[in-house]
């Protein structure tokens, strides 16, 4: 089975510090995405990766960065965490291809106060 | 706005009748669907998928049906059981971002909710 695991599953945070959150995924995929999930809003991606080193900006980048120095690691970091930045973060991972089913990890909630 | 929403935000049933989950979708390009269902406080976990080749895949207790001339996508689930209480998500995998593929775009979800 694919296993996607991320670093927290809860964590709370001050406004202005800088946050880490760690994604790690054991199929060997090429691709890994981090999402905010939100009431009402959906999935937003907000960054991901094809490749080691290879980092696109989704559709709400900003306020973020990324980091994959690994091809089973995938960073997301928080410069300067502000209280709008409280979410669900799901991380995914994947394969390339006309078939791309992403496989989700069990999400970390960060509360920013 | 998105290219992929779904009808209804909510959905009750009682246990044991069968449930049905709709998805519109925009792009006639899209070539891969896939549902996710999301229990509370949880990551999405995949259902099922299909391709635009096919118009109709079934799994265990799921069904998928795809209508390519409507765009409509829906999820049917047999005798619904208490642990199919869930918010479910389609997606439809896309071409963007210059051309790297693999980027699914999501539905905001139905709740389904079953009664005992």
């Known amino acids: 089975d694919v296993k996607v695991t991320q670093s927290s599953r809860y964590l709370v945070k001050r406004t202005g510090e800088k946050v880490f959150l760690e994604c790690v995924q054991d199929?060997?995929?090429?691709?890994m995405f981090w999402y905010r999930q939100d009431p009402g809003l959906g999935l937003r991606l907000i960054y991901f990766?094809?490749?080691?080193?290879?980092?696109e900006k989704g559709d709400i980048p900003e306020g973020y960065s990324v980091s994959r120095e690994k091809k089973e690691r995938f960073s997301l970091i928080l410069e300067s965490a502000s209280t709008n930045q409280t979410s669900m973060y799901l991380c995914?991972?994947?394969?390339?291809?006309?078939?791309?089913?992403?496989?989700f990890g069990p999400g970390t909630r960060l509360t920013v106060l | 706005g998105e290219s992929v929403g779904l009808h209804l935000p909510t959905l009750s049933v009682q246990e044991g009748d069968n449930s049905i989950i709709n998805c519109a979708y925009s792009n006639s390009a899209s070539d891969y669907f896939i549902w996710y269902k999301q229990e509370s406080g949880k990551g999405p976990q995949f259902i099922i998928d299909?391709?635009?080749?096919?118009d109709k895949r079934q799994g265990q207790r799921v069904t998928v049906l795809l209508n390519k001339t409507v765009k409509h996508l829906s999820l049917q689930i047999a005798a619904t059981q208490p642990g199919d209480s869930a918010v479910y998500f389609c997606a439809e995998n896309m071409t963007r971002y210059g051309g790297s593929q693999g980027n699914l775009i999501f539905g905001k979800g139905t709740k389904l909710s079953v009664k005992p």
């Open positions: 995914a991972s994947g394969t390339s291809g006309v078939t791309d089913t992403q496989y």
């Open positions: 990766s094809y490749d080691v080193k290879m980092k």
């Open positions: 299909i391709r635009s080749n096919m």
């Open positions: 199929m060997d995929h090429e691709n």
